[in-house]
């Protein structure tokens, strides 16, 4: 039987009391979901039950990682605006933050992907059946590299919330689907920036999946005036810091 | 220390966003040397995953862990892909499931690791996973510091199946009795 959203909030209330009580027994803060999180249904045979193997091998790859140059994004990647003729519908957004390591320390030349439903909230996915228009002048896929300060920015127009199957009357809250590469292969991250003040913040599962609330506010944009232009766009910033250590931190004894 | 971004899943509709042509061919087939590394990725009722997505980086046969850009190089004017330039060896490959839950990858032989590093996405995965795709028959295989430290059963399912000559099966089980081995960097 298809679960109700009250029975996927319950779920959700059950798992978030588990973690308080974790913590209140002086367990870690969690900054990751665990992958096994039964409110969002497909994750329930798509995680590992054993444990995984901790690496402490100072010589493994992954402590390095993949680059990217100028080869692999052109100008326009980066606005979402301008990839068609026309100008896609909906409210412009700009969104600018810094990509950092857990030291502090700005992720400088790296890939930054992102790719979102559009203002309707449909994704340009053969897939994405919610009946909601396709907007032919939006894609929704940019790229960009991050500059010397760490910095990215997208310039692109505010995503749709949508409904999904996970439970009966299921919606996403609006979100932008997020890629980014740091030095090494451990600090890869695929995540979701989603926007102040959300109502849906509650209902959805993916976000909920974060039991800790401090690492869920860290998932959430903020609207800053200055970023916003005069007579054309509303600017929102997001930091984003990945996780994982690199061959850098090991040669510096972190 | 900052505290890190939270990982979310890549969720249904990624592809047509990340994945780009030659994204698993970090080498042609006809490039002196090359390997086949394919398998299927299952989930816990070993139903075949079709919407995972997996990246790959190793070191370039020379042994250097650099990496080289242009694994997605772009045409400027159309703004399509022109697809790999055939000279440099990037290291890195991306590539999604099939609709049977299978995958290819072209590549050369990693020099000073007998290993591929692996990272899965897919929907349903809240935060990826990284695994080690080993070469069984690779000079530093034998003496693999990670490999030595494994009971047999959590090291079977790191070690490719040799098909032939030049091809390797690494299947990779998310959940359930075969469940493959994914490591943890901290
Ligand atoms: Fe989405």
């Known amino acids: ?254 | 220390m900052t505290l890190p971004t939270p990982s979310q899943t890549v969720g249904p509709f990624y592809g047509y966003a990340l994945p780009f042509p030659d994204g698993g061919n970090l080498a042609t087939a006809a490039a002196p040397g090359a390997i086949t590394v394919h398998g299927t990725v299952h989930d816990g009722a070993g139903q075949p995953v079709p919407d995972a997505l997996l990246e790959v980086w190793q070191p370039a046969p020379d042994g250097s862990r650099a990496g080289r850009p242009g694994s997605m190089r772009r045409d400027q004017v159309t703004g399509g892909f022109l697809g790999r330039n055939g000279i440099d060896f990037t290291g890195f490959g991306r590539v999604a499931t099939d609709h049977d839950g299978h995958y290819t990858l072209r590549t050369l032989p990693p020099g000073g690791a007998p290993y591929l590093a692996v990272c899965v996405f897919a929907r349903g995965l809240l935060h990826h996973l990284y695994t080690r795709a080993y070469l069984t028959d690779h000079p530093l295989h034998a003496t693999d510091p990670l490999l030595a430290a494994l009971v047999a059963q959590r090291r079977a399912s790191l070690e490719s199946v040799r098909e032939d000559e030049n091809m390797y099966r690494f299947d990779i089980h998310l959940q359930g009795e075969k469940e493959t081995t994914f490591l943890a960097f901290d």
Not at chain 1, 138 to 143: A, E, M, Q, Y
């Open chain 1, 1 to 254: 039987m298809t679960p109700t959203q009250r029975d996927i909030d319950r779920e959700i209330a059950t798992e978030s009391q588990a973690y308080a009580k974790e913590l209140a027994d002086g367990g870690p803060a969690l900054h990751h979901p665990s992958r096994g999180y039964a409110p969002y249904r497909s994750s329930v045979l798509r995680h590992p039950r054993q444990p995984p193997i901790a690496v402490r091998d100072p010589d493994a790859i992954e402590l390095s990682g993949p680059v990217f140059g100028v080869t692999d994004i052109t100008d326009l990647d980066a606005d979402l605006t301008r990839q068609h003729t026309g100008e896609p519908l909906g409210e412009r957004i700009t969104v600018t933050g810094r990509v950092l390591d857990r030291s502090g320390r700005p992720v400088t030349s790296q890939l930054v992907e992102i790719w979102q439903a559009n203002a309707s909230g449909r994704y340009a996915h053969r897939r994405d059946q919610h009946p909601a228009p396709l907007d032919p002048n939006f894609s929704g896929v940019g790229r960009c590299l991050t500059n010397d300060r760490g910095e990215y920015s997208f310039t692109t127009v505010k995503p749709g919330a949508y409904p999904w199957r996970n439970h009966e009357n299921a919606w996403r809250p609006a979100h932008i689907h997020f890629s980014l590469f740091g030095a090494a292969f451990t600090q890869r991250l695929v995540t979701q920036m989603y926007f102040p003040g959300d109502p849906l913040f509650r209902y959805d599962p993916i976000l909920q999946s974060v039991t800790d609330e401090d690492a869920r506010r860290r998932l959430v944009a903020i609207y800053d005036h200055d970023l916003s232009t005069p007579e054309w766009s509303l600017g929102y910033r997001w930091d984003i810091v990945l996780d994982g250590p690199s061959a850098t931190w090991i040669e510096e004894g972190r």
